[in-house]
């Protein structure tokens, strides 16, 4: 949780109706009660609880929703949507944001996450399975963390978790969809 | 009864026990699975947190395969695809926008139902099955059911029993001759693909789940998620390590259990995959009835 002193000015006109019309989600409707903040599993260890930032949202806030911890270590476990007595649906509302930082080709602060999210998709792209191994080997490659969990992996490879070897059923579909989505999403 | 299965990534990969003992299971229940033609990743976490589009159509192109195969009941044994399934049914319902540029992209008839294998399982008269194929009983063996995040939230999506306290799981296990103890993490969340990224809030959130089944007096935790699996017990010694604290749980599918109890051969059940080793369902079986 942090502290700091917030500027509402023209520059914050406009991001809650992007959010609000990107995620189909009312914003507005929270009156911030604080029970996604209170059932959040991760909220130990994000900067802004999610209480806190959708009141952000709210204020226009930005720069410190995008580039916020919180969107990229929430979980997706939807425990607050479940939870939200206005029906606001906040993991809904993370998607949009991770989407927009996305799309602004912002520098993550946990740039490991979106990391995982990118070689996921290459990875469902080229095997239309998804390989393992592959992603594990590309995502440490990329992250220069290659030392963490070795040993874990080499633990789960002598138990015959990982497949050696990728297949490659369903790809050229998974591949088509991919693409034809990024040609419709550059436009 | 035959539906069309949908195994996941997972269930080829990491989670091969969870694949075999559901067809084992299923096969002693009278039901028969007959896998997707030509499927592909459903897009899981990753998909929705890029595109609303590409979170849709993955999911979207697999349920008209089904459809293809001319069947309209899909089991997916995955909590997260079959999560993504549902929420991208919902997603073209509710959004025409969407659905027209789905359409386009992946053309086809999405309408097929999306099971869990636990909504078929406890079923009145498969819970009468399950009685009756219970022919070995684990003595002393109390489990706790963990059951995660995206089988049950949210329920509009899911349409599973209850959000907070869900019952399905218990149901089944307890039909199949399982002392079944009554816990408060049923619903916590794992931290799932987090322990890829920041394994740290993965080992803490695990640290609370397994001390909680501690607590409740378990001996062991059934699954039905193959990250929440994976997580628990492949992360366990670590978490054992950071807490300062032996758990020693063995994380098993519900599907491990129910063949277990019905008497499906051992090989059928892979319970040597786990890290933490099922030593009471090793040795502590004993033939009833």
């Known amino acids: ?187 | 009864m035959r539906y069309a299965y949908y195994p996941g990534c997972s269930l080829h990969a990491t989670s091969k026990e969870y694949d075999r003992s559901l067809h084992a299971a299923a096969l002693a229940l009278g039901v028969q699975l007959q896998e997707v033609e030509g499927w592909f990743c459903c897009g899981s976490t990753a998909a929705h947190s890029v595109s609303h589009l590409l979170g849709a159509a993955l999911p979207l192109a697999n349920l008209a395969a089904v459809r293809r195969m001319g069947m309209d009941e899909v089991m997916v044994p995955c909590p997260s695809c079959f999560s993504r399934f549902r929420f991208a049914q919902r997603r073209v319902e509710s959004d025409p926008a969407i659905a027209a540029e789905v359409a386009e992209i992946v053309p086809g008839d999405y309408n097929a139902r999306v099971l869990h294998p636990l909504e078929v399982f406890s079923r009145p008269e498969m819970l009468e099955t399950i009685r009756q194929q219970t022919v070995r009983r684990l003595p002393g063996c109390k489990l706790v059911c963990y059951y995660g995040c995206l089988l049950t939230r949210p329920k509009d999506v899911t349409g599973f029993d209850d959000v907070e306290n869900p019952q399905t799981m218990d149901t089944v296990l307890r039909a199949a001759g399982f002392d079944v103890l009554d816990w408060s993490f049923k619903t916590d969340c794992c931290g799932a693909s987090l322990a890829l990224t920041r394994k740290d809030v993965v080992l803490e959130l695990g640290r609370a789940i397994l001390r909680g089944a501690k607590d409740a007096g378990a001996q062991a935790i059934a699954v039905a998620c193959p990250l929440c699996q994976v997580n628990l017990d492949t992360r366990q010694e670590e978490i054992e390590a950071l807490a300062g604290e032996r758990y020693g749980l063995p994380i098993l599918y519900f599907t491990q259990l129910l063949g277990l109890a019905m008497g499906v051969p051992a090989d059928d059940l892979m319970l040597g995959k786990h890290f933490v080793a099922a030593n009471f369902a090793l040795t502590g079986v004993s033939d009833h009835g």
């Not at chain 1, 900067?47 to 806030?61: A, E, K, N, R």
């Not at chain 1, 070689?119 to 095997?127: A, D, T």
């Not at chain 1, 990329?142 to 059923?169: A, C, E, V, W």
Request: hydrophobic letters at 40%; aromatic letters at 6%.
């Open chain 1, 1 to 187: 949780m942090v502290e700091r002193v917030l500027r509402v000015d023209e520059r914050s006109q406009g991001f809650t109706e992007l959010v609000t019309a990107l995620s189909g989600v009312q914003v507005d409707a929270c009156f911030q009660c604080g029970k996604c903040a209170s059932g959040c599993p991760v909220a130990f260890a994000m900067d802004y609880t999610p209480t806190q930032l959708v009141h952000l949202i709210q204020l226009g806030q930005r720069e410190e929703v995008l580039s916020s911890r919180t969107i990229w270590l929430c979980s997706a476990c939807q425990t607050c949507s479940t939870r939200c007595p206005q029906g606001v649906d906040l993991a809904e509302v993370m998607d949009a944001l991770r989407i927009i930082a996305a799309r602004e080709h912002r520098a993550a602060p946990v740039p490991a996450v979106p990391a995982f999210l990118r070689h996921s998709i290459g990875n469902i792209g080229v095997f239309g399975r998804t390989y393992e191994l592959g992603l594990m080997a590309s995502l440490k490659l990329s992250t220069g963390d290659i030392r963490q969990d070795l040993g874990l992996g080499l633990r789960m490879l002598g138990k015959g978790k990982f497949n050696l070897l990728p297949g490659f059923r369903g790809s050229g579909t998974a591949r088509r969809i991919i693409r034809r989505v990024k040609a419709r999403e550059k436009t």
